[in-house]
């Protein structure tokens, strides 16, 4: 078949209807087909990620499952490198294509590609196959008890269209203190609203984050320590530590991808992600 090409302007759902119509007419003589005009899902037919992350769902997949998913929207790619010594960077975040429903995003962990020289930006859209996994710690890091970093490990990822950035769902901030309801939103692209940040972005090794509220008074600070926990904006995929936040700033909104380690992180793509 002769391929078609796009502008950059159009839109993925009429890319998809158009090839669809290209394919159903078959021939000029009007050749019968199998769909009956039906337009396939552009999602696909496998299960999608919050089929696979719900942990409230009867079919829940146990860790260390195998798992199929399709229709996997990228929504970030880690190429921000803070610790500067090229261990930061590599992670993909993906949410269901077209959703903001809760449970809808994961991390992937050393996706391999098909085909082989793939390289995946925000709004490509992709099948996975892998493990699925609710890592209770990392190295030496043990989380608090309930808390999981949930991933698809080394996936075979297929390409299946390119499509369009995702939209954040609006949510509180209160939500990102509990592990439990801001577990919900990991992986996912969210925006919160009018945040004051406790303290200047600091940290070590060029990982560098600031508190989105006041810590709960009483509660002690380890990684392993029980949730409430107050959480972080990082600069895990921007260079967010350029804008020279300090103390006491006060943001209109912040959008990000909602990341978890010891307690939950919202981390802007990019510094517009930061409105003052």
């Not at 078949?1 to 796009?6: D, G, H, K, L, T």
């Not at 159903?24 to 396939?40: F, K, L, M, W």
């Not at 496998?46 to 409230?56: A, E, F, L, S």
């Not at 050393?110 to 082989?116: D, H, K, L, R, W």
Request: with cysteine; glycine share 10%.
């Amino acid at each position: 078949m002769r391929m078609v090409s796009f502008p950059s302007s159009f839109g993925w759902l009429a890319r998809v209807g158009l090839l669809t119509a290209l394919v159903a007419c078959g021939s000029r003589d009007g050749d019968p087909h199998s769909n009956q005009g039906v337009i396939p899902n552009p999602a696909g037919k496998d299960m999608r990620i919050r089929d696979v992350t719900n942990p409230t769902l009867d079919n829940h997949p146990k860790s260390l499952d195998s798992v199929t998913v399709s229709g996997a929207a990228v929504v970030a790619v880690d190429t921000f490198d803070e610790t500067g010594d090229g261990k930061s960077t590599g992670t993909i975040y993906v949410q269901d294509l077209g959703s903001q429903e809760p449970y809808s995003g994961i991390s992937l962990f050393a996706p391999t590609f098909v085909p082989g020289n793939l390289r995946v930006g925000a709004g490509d859209v992709l099948d996975l196959s892998g493990q699925y996994q609710e890592n209770t710690h990392i190295g030496s890091a043990n989380f608090a008890p309930g808390a999981i970093l949930a991933q698809l490990a080394r996936p075979t990822a297929t390409f299946r269209f390119d499509g369009e950035n995702t939209e954040p769902v609006d949510i509180d901030v209160e939500d990102l203190t509990d592990f439990d309801k801001g577990r919900k939103w990991l992986g996912m692209v969210v925006r919160v609203h009018d945040v004051k940040l406790q303290a200047a972005l600091t940290g070590s090794s060029g990982r560098l984050s600031s508190r989105m509220r006041p810590e709960f008074p009483g509660v002690a600070n380890g990684c392993d320590a029980p949730f409430p926990k107050a959480p972080a904006v990082v600069n895990e995929l921007a260079d967010i530590g350029s804008l020279n936040l300090d103390a006491g700033t006060q943001v209109k909104s912040i959008t990000g991808v909602v990341t978890f380690f010891c307690n939950l992180h919202l981390a802007p793509r990019t510094l517009a992600d930061i409105e003052p």
